[in-house]
């Protein structure tokens, strides 16, 4: 397992991520915080397509649902100012 710098971890964090992915875990460390970057297997589904369809609908009526595309593209461009400053 390697330990890296939240720093260094900034300017790394794709190779990081494909260490991860590929098994090999990683402590992302802040002063005295630690994080471990590690890969997730997503759950199986184990239901129908009822249970399915109704998962779908949960998440597309989440609390985000509301959101215009007007409002999701003044998100993004208050997000591409922040990263030019």
Do not use: C, Y
């Not at 991860?20 to 460390?29: D, F, I, R, T, Y």
């Not at 970057?37 to 989440?62: I, K, S």
């Not at 609390?63 to 990263?83: G, M, N, S």
């Amino acid at each position: 397992m390697k330990t890296v710098t939240l720093t260094e971890a900034q300017s790394r964090l794709g190779q990081l991520f494909d260490e991860a992915q590929a098994g090999s875990p990683v402590l992302l460390v802040r002063q005295d915080q630690v994080a471990k970057l590690e890969r997730v297997e997503p759950p199986e589904f184990g239901g129908d397509r009822r249970t399915l369809e109704n998962m779908l609908l949960d998440a597309v009526r989440g609390p985000h649902a509301d959101w215009t595309p007007q409002d999701l593209e003044d998100i993004a461009r208050r997000v591409r100012a922040r990263k030019g400053e």
